[in-house]
């Protein structure tokens, strides 16, 4: 494979900047300014240009004349969905020997939850609130991706999300900003590993800028409109801790933001992250959302569409062609500065050589690495590790679960039983269903020939056959235990899947219902990508586990949970609501000025169910039982230079060892605007012996307590706090102390 075939100018300048006299940013500027100051205007906007391959689009293809022309022309900066070795060495080779400058491109793709070893999604894997483990998984994603020409994903998306009707909360980590920004910065250090240079890390891209997750009716792709202070306060701050962790790319989201399309929005995309944050990497925009702005209202035609977006900060163009075709007659009329241009330029190059692509054009294309780690075992142990340690226990009536190894017979109805496909979940990028372990197959290899296992499907997920239920009660009469592997198909979750009714589609609860009715012990496996209206559900089925969608390891991971080799600790990062009728549903509301108090008749409620949600942020139980002692305070007064120390003693006094997410949430009780009920501001995960005590200690610092005041200033004010923590965001002890 041919190496360094860059032109011997740029050669020469890269060996000119010495590492031993400047560090390595200052001398990748001095690189970049090189090649800028060598690049004709066409040029320039060749590299904000790019082009999905029009064999694997995730999105409607733009209409061009010839792909493999432009890309020998430098008219392509970027490819995005052109996967597999083989295609990206080819298309590598055409910009880097044909055009003029010889300048790379950057490969992109929607490495959401893994590339071929696919783990569960980020909505599961975020409610193991485990950051190490986060970190890990991404690590796997991108040491696979890069060996197989990818270096840049379309991940994480960090979207803050209150409504479950919207298809991407699969896709994000809740309704908290506290977690979701610690998330992001761990997604973002696993897919960029401690060197953009090294050859098994990616370039991340934070998605979606901003406020994404919070259309209005749940709608996707539909208006968002909020105070900045909410903006501030909510949604912006997962953004904020992912730009410090280093991610080199922000995606503009496809939404406006009171008023203004984010894609052409330059408050938001140079005021604030350019500037007030000191973001150096580049934006790049939603798929065609540069050319969607004209729908919006904004842009008159598609040249104005690209006059707003560029000068608003958007460096590069995913697939509209609005810059291909008219930045340089608007940089000619005066409407672009060539200024604008040399700043989009300047930030793209600048990743080009972090990547370390201008040494080695073709460093991702390893055959022989690929052939090593995709699917190897390392990476598939990690991949059931964060399945079993991303779902949920929902209810366990009698402690029927764990399982006992020592059963006869059991069956599993449901048609997630042994689907492959759905266990994957949505963007679930190159995974491969023939890898997946279903459900059936996982029991298989926990319990090999001793117990007997039956499948039947019973029903599909949508429709209203109930041909098969006659066999499915029969077969159930006949089992010791049952198991329901019920809920949504993958693709019902994910990007333009939002959902107007939560419920488990189709015939499937009347099918549980006559499970039910046969008395035998049943246990229901969750398969799903948002939270699902199961009131029913849990009224009347004794344990419940919410397994979201598991990845290529399922029926393994579930299979560990089951018996016991594993004891569940995930906690929910998302609101189950009651109804649907209660949504946006989230645990850090504000009081109204009439409260809910039960008995009060004008209290905020509704007439016809409860306040309450059904499943709350931060829930999950254990095989075994956790007491919180009252709160230790050090001290109940603090000034704005102390540190506040609160501790609890947690006592496991259940029959297994078991970890405990403990969660800390403050309250301002007075303030110059109102506050939440509830913000999370620490968490710590424990192991704990049957019968073992340990004091957990937690640190509130005056940043804690910051907000964004009545003058849009971010302040701690001094007052009283109520200080809480517990096992979730209801169930918790309670203390108070002063901010002096």
């Not at 006299?21 to 300014?33: E, L, N, S």
């Not at 080199?248 to 406006?256: A, D, K, L, Q």
């Not at 019920?486 to 006559?514: C, T, W, Y």
């Not at 403050?666 to 509830?678: G, W």
Request: charged residues 25%; proline residues 4%.
């Amino acid at each position: 494979m041919k190496k360094n075939i860059i032109p011997a100018v740029l050669l020469t300048i890269m060996i000119a900047c010495n590492p031993k006299h400047a560090d390595k940013d200052a001398m990748i500027d001095k690189k970049v300014d090189s090649v800028l100051s060598k690049m004709t205007l066409e040029e320039k906007i060749g590299q904000m240009n790019q082009y999905s391959v029009q064999w694997n689009p995730t999105g409607p293809v733009s209409i061009r004349k010839n792909d493999l022309d432009d890309i020998k022309h430098g008219k392509v900066g970027s490819m995005l969905n052109c996967t597999g070795i083989e295609y990206a060495t080819r298309y590598q080779k055409m910009a880097v020997d044909s055009s003029r400058l010889h300048i790379p491109m950057i490969f992109g793709y929607d490495v959401i939850h893994g590339y071929k070893t696919t783990f569960p999604i980020p909505l599961a894997t975020a409610c193991s609130w485990d950051m190490e483990l986060i970190e890990k998984g991404e690590r796997v994603s991108a040491t696979e991706a890069a060996a197989d020409g990818v270096n840049w994903t379309f991940a994480p998306m960090v979207d803050i999300a209150h409504d479950a009707r919207w298809g991407r909360v699969i896709e994000g980590a809740g309704e908290d900003p506290f977690l979701g920004s610690q998330i992001a910065a761990a997604r973002v250090r696993g897919f960029q590993g401690k060197d953009l240079a090294d050859t098994n890390s990616i370039v991340a891209c934070i998605k979606h800028f901003a406020a994404y997750g919070a259309p209005e009716g749940g709608r996707d792709y539909n208006t968002v409109d909020m105070s900045e202070r909410m903006l501030r306060e909510i949604y912006l701050p997962p953004y904020k801790a992912a730009v410090d962790a280093g991610a080199g790319t922000v995606m503009s989201s496809f939404n406006e933001i009171s008023g203004i399309p984010t894609t052409s929005d330059k408050w938001l995309l140079t005021d604030l992250l350019k500037k007030e944050w000191g973001f150096k990497g580049f934006v790049v925009s939603d798929w065609g959302s540069v050319g969607e702005i004209i729908n919006h209202g904004v842009a008159e035609n598609r040249e104005e569409a690209a006059m707003l977006s560029a000068n608003a900060g958007l460096d590069m163009e995913m697939e509209s062609g609005t810059y291909r075709d008219y930045l340089a007659i608007l940089v000619k009329s005066g409407k672009v500065s060539e200024h604008v241009i040399d700043d989009a330029v300047r930030r793209i190059l600048r990743i080009k050589f972090k990547l370390g692509l201008f040494d080695n054009p073709y460093r991702f294309m390893n055959p022989e690495r690929k052939k090593k780690i995709i699917f190897c075992k390392e990476h598939l142990e990690v991949a059931r590790d964060a399945a079993r340690k991303s779902i949920v226990l929902l209810k366990n009536d009698k402690s029927l679960l764990p399982l006992s190894k020592k059963i006869k017979s059991i069956v599993v109805i449901g048609p997630l039983g042994e689907s492959a496909r759905d266990m994957l979940g949505n963007w679930e990028a190159s995974g491969d269903p023939s890898r997946v372990i279903t459900l059936v197959a996982g029991l298989q290899n926990n319990l090999g020939n001793k117990v007997k296992i039956k499948y039947i499907k019973g029903c599909d997920v949508k429709g209203n056959n109930k041909a098969e239920f006659p066999q499915a009660i029969a077969a159930a009469r006949k089992a010791d235990v049952v198991l329901l592997a019920m809920g949504e198909k993958a693709s019902m979750s994910g990007e333009n899947q939002s959902r107007a009714f939560l419920n488990i589609p189709g015939v499937q609860e009347d099918l549980m219902k006559k499970i039910v009715e046969t008395g035998k012990p049943v246990v229901l496996l969750l398969f799903n990508g948002r939270p699902l209206t199961i009131n029913w559900e849990k009224e009347n089925i004794p344990a419940i586990l919410e397994c979201w969608f598991p990845g290529i390891e399922a029926g393994n991971a579930i299979a560990d949970v089951l018996f016991g080799d594993y004891n569940p600790s995930a906690k929910l990062v998302i609101t189950f609501p009651y109804t649907v009728g209660q949504v946006p549903i989230y645990y850090n509301h504000k009081n109204s000025g009439k409260p809910y108090i039960k008995g009060f008749q004008w209290g905020s409620r509704y007439n016809d169910v409860t306040n309450e949600p059904l499943y709350c942020f931060g829930y999950g139980l254990s095989y075994t039982h956790f007491d919180y002692s009252g709160i230790t305070l050090r001290d109940t007064v603090i000034s704005m230079k102390d540190t506040l120390q609160v501790s609890v003693e947690i006592k496991n006094t259940g029959h297994y060892e078991g970890e405990e997410i403990a969660q800390l949430y403050i309250r301002d009780l007075v303030a110059s605007v109102t506050r939440p009920v509830k913000e999370l501001k620490g968490f710590q995960k424990i192991m704990l012996k049957p019968g073992e005590s340990k004091h957990v200690k937690f640190a509130v610092t005056e940043n804690d307590l910051r907000f964004w005041n009545k003058d849009m200033k971010f302040v701690a004010e001094p007052g009283k706090f109520q200080v809480f923590v517990g096992t979730n965001s209801q169930n918790v002890k309670e203390s108070e102390f002063w901010l002096k």
